[in-house]
């Protein structure tokens, strides 16, 4: 079986959430530097020797790679978060591929699963989607932003899959 993709829906989904993350840091951001501001102009008027010019150029550069740090990771990560997530579906295990800086493979061997779950939260539920988490005896692992539909099928499959393996083992 090949590789699948989760649904395209999580570049919004993720975008829509990290844009939240981007105001609250940039209101932040905005805060200090008003803080940074006044501080500063506070210490000029009493020492007279600090330059107000370059008190400035670090304040605006902290604002603007504030800015530029949380508009590349809301904007420009989530699409190659996008295209790093995969899984696939083997007659044995799942296989897990994600990461953007740090890649991770996650094996998920049928004979090991104890139980799964279906997690919808708030935006999963507004965009449709769902979270499948696999449970094993030592951990656990997520499949991500699947399309609630294919999720329900897909749970399906696994448990299937997971009791003709389990037949197998017992015929043995």
Excluded: C
């Excluded at 829906?9 to 200090?32: D, F, G, H, P, Q």
């Excluded at 296989?95 to 279906?118: L, N």
């Amino acid at each position: 079986m090949e590789y699948k993709n989760i649904s395209k829906k999580s570049i919004l989904e993720w975008i829509i959430l990290r844009s939240i993350l981007v105001i609250i840091t940039l209101i932040t951001a905005l805060l200090a530097t008003g803080l940074l501001i006044n501080y500063y102009d506070d210490m000029v008027n009493e020492i007279g020797k600090i330059s107000t010019v370059i008190i400035d150029i670090v304040v605006y550069f902290y604002v603007y790679a504030t800015l530029v740090i949380t508009l590349i990771y809301a904007y420009i990560f989530p699409r190659i978060q996008y295209s790093n997530y995969k899984y696939k579906i083997t007659d044995k295990m799942i296989e897990i591929k994600r990461g953007v800086v740090f890649k991770k493979t996650e094996y998920v061997p049928f004979v090991r699963m104890q139980h799964i779950e279906v997690f919808r939260g708030i935006t999963d539920r507004m965009f449709k989607m769902s979270t499948i988490i696999i449970f094993t005896a030592g951990s656990s692992a997520r499949i991500t932003n699947i399309q609630m539909d294919e999720a329900d099928i897909l749970i399906e499959d696994l448990k299937k899959l997971v009791s003709n393996l389990k037949a197998e083992y017992d015929n043995e």
